[in-house]
Structures are given as structure tokens and as C-alpha cells.
């Protein structure tokens, strides 16, 4: 089935704060944090039920390489992408 996917202007903020975090210690680094993203991002867009329900309805997709979740919500075929962090941050900075 296809979903409709909705991405947050807080996921865009966060993968290029995440990329240039990554670019000042190695160039390769951000293009792969960005290729890792990109590519889970994809993942929970075909396979939304797949993470469990960790919060307030809020789903976590973690990438494999780097510590960072996808936050994302899932109702009514909609895939909503919310933000994307570091693991030592919390949630409540954003929810608010």
C-alpha cells in the first residue's frame, strides 16, 4: 500500500544541523549521515508499522551508524515525519 508522507520543516532544520555537525569532522561523514537518513527515512515510509509506538503516539526509526532517531507519527495512511535527533536530546524540547 502507499502512504502519503508528510515531512516537518523541523526534519529539514535538524538533518542540516545534523550535516553540518558532521562536515566539520569529515566531509564522507555528512554525505553519510545524509545517505543513512535518506534511506531510513524511505524505509519508514513503506513500512510505517514496523517501529513501535514510543510516546504520545510518536513512533522512532533509529538510523544504523549514527545516533539518531526519526520521529514520526502514523494515522490514516499519512506518514508524518516530525524531527530528527540526537539521541542525548529530548523529545520535550520540540514537542512543545
Known amino acids: 500500500m502507499a502512504y502519503k508522507l508528510v515531512t516537518s520543516a523541523k526534519v529539514h532544520s535538524d538533518v542540516e544541523n545534523g550535516i553540518k555537525w558532521y562536515k566539520e569532522i569529515q566531509l564522507e561523514l555528512a554525505r553519510r549521515f545524509l545517505e543513512e537518513v535518506r534511506k531510513t527515512e524511505k524505509y519508514v515510509h513503506k513500512n510505517p508499522k514496523y517501529f513501535q509506538i514510543r510516546y504520545n503516539n510518536i513512533r522512532i526509526a533509529f538510523l544504523d551508524d549514527f545516533p539518531y532517531g526519526i520521529h514520526y507519527s502514523f ?19 520540540w514537542i512543545k
Open 75 to 93: 494515522e490514516k495512511e499519512t506518514v508524518t515525519l516530525l524531527a530528527v535527533f540526537h539521541f542525548k536530546e529530548s523529545p520535550d524540547h
